[in-house]
């Protein structure tokens, strides 16, 4: 396994620190300047909130991590056999990677693994690859579902069963996109690069790289009996995840529109954080994950925005923050250094 390269060195707290505070400077700036926000209200209804529905909420998180380990093992099966404990501290240890140090640092988590199980990182790439195409097509599944089928008395009823049909179609073309590279992935590749030649030949050979390398992972799942049982187990992560986050607006107790949220209405406010959690900064991004929380339950529900933050800080804590104790214990005791952990993550 190479060690990390020079390139890394950029992300460091002497480089990365003064960026941050100089940007949370400026948000906290724009904040108090230009948005009415009272901050009484919002430590108010966090000294409101049920702490039993929060630690229910945080036990369906971690569930989430239990699930992805097993998920893990059955994907990796074909090369090589590990057990659900074997793989847990890697994905504790992964994701508070990505809690501390952003979203650049998600794929720590192929690199823990071929560390821990004597694999190599590209084997280990290969099923990250796979288990996204897993998380999508049962978020979409589970989008598509309960939106489509949304009661007809919930507010924005007509853009719930719109928001479902996309997602339903969205969902069917994934499956079809999936099953094309899984059979014909070499005549995809060649076909997209062709096409994409006359536009930029650097494109087009980076496209086709990726779906060679994309249609390489989902053979990994050789079996039908592995693919339900990694497709069976993502829908029960994505489960998880839509009920921690229902059950987090339930704790507010004080605030109808939470109190009374629907799982339905919960699928709009899933969508909005994975949307805002895509390109996630460290530190900062907490604080941009809880304006998007804030301004969709805002915007949809009508739910007072000093309310509104304080359940997106919530759900922040319980789906990104909670990991990390587990995580620094779990490397303590395996000796890993998370800041090298993420530092060979840029270079996967």
């Not at 779990?330 to 800041?339: F, K, M, P, T, Y």
Request: hydrophobic share 55%; charged share 10%.
């Amino acid at each position: 396994m190479s060690a990390p390269a020079k390139k890394s060195s950029l992300f460091t707290p002497r480089t990365v620190l003064p960026v941050l505070a100089a940007l949370l400077a400026l948000l906290i700036w724009v904040a108090r300047s230009h948005a009415s926000f009272d901050w009484r209200p919002l430590a108010h209804q966090l000294r409101a909130v049920s702490l039993q529905l929060v630690l229910l909420a945080c036990g369906l998180s971690y569930s989430g991590y239990l699930l992805r380990a097993w998920r893990w093992s059955v994907l990796l099966a074909p090369l090589h056999r590990s057990s659900l404990l074997e793989l847990l501290p890697s994905q504790l240890i992964g994701f508070t990677l990505v809690g501390l140090f952003g979203r650049f640092a998600d794929l720590g988590r192929p690199y823990l693994v071929a560390r821990r199980t004597g694999t190599t990182v590209a084997s280990q790439l290969a099923v990250y690859s796979i288990e996204r195409a897993f998380d999508l097509a049962s978020a979409a599944i589970l989008f598509s579902t309960t939106l489509a089928f949304a009661p007809r008395n919930m507010p924005h009823h007509e853009a719930f069963a719109r928001a479902g049909a996309v997602s339903l179609a969205a969902t069917l073309f994934l499956a079809a996109f999936a099953l094309a590279l899984r059979f014909a992935g070499e005549w995809t590749a060649a076909t997209t690069e062709r096409v994409l030649r006359p536009l930029s030949p650097t494109l087009a050979s980076s496209v086709a790289m990726q779906i060679r390398s994309f249609s390489h992972g989902l053979r990994i799942v050789s079996t039908f009996g592995e693919f339900v049982s990694a497709l069976g187990i993502s829908l029960l992560i994505w489960m998880a995840i839509a009920l921690f986050y229902l059950i987090s607006a339930h704790a507010f107790l004080a605030s109808p529109p939470l109190a009374t949220l629907s799982f339905a209405a919960t699928m709009l406010l899933l969508a909005s954080g994975l949307g805002g959690s895509l390109v996630q900064l460290p530190v900062l991004g907490w604080f941009t994950q809880i304006a998007v929380y804030a301004a969709a339950l805002h915007g949809f529900f009508n739910v007072p925005l000093e309310t509104a933050s304080a359940c997106g800080a919530v759900i922040l804590v319980v789906g990104n923050i909670i990991v990390v104790p587990a995580g620094l214990i779990a490397a303590r005791i395996q000796g890993i250094s998370l800041r090298d952990a993420a530092a060979s993550s840029s270079t996967c």
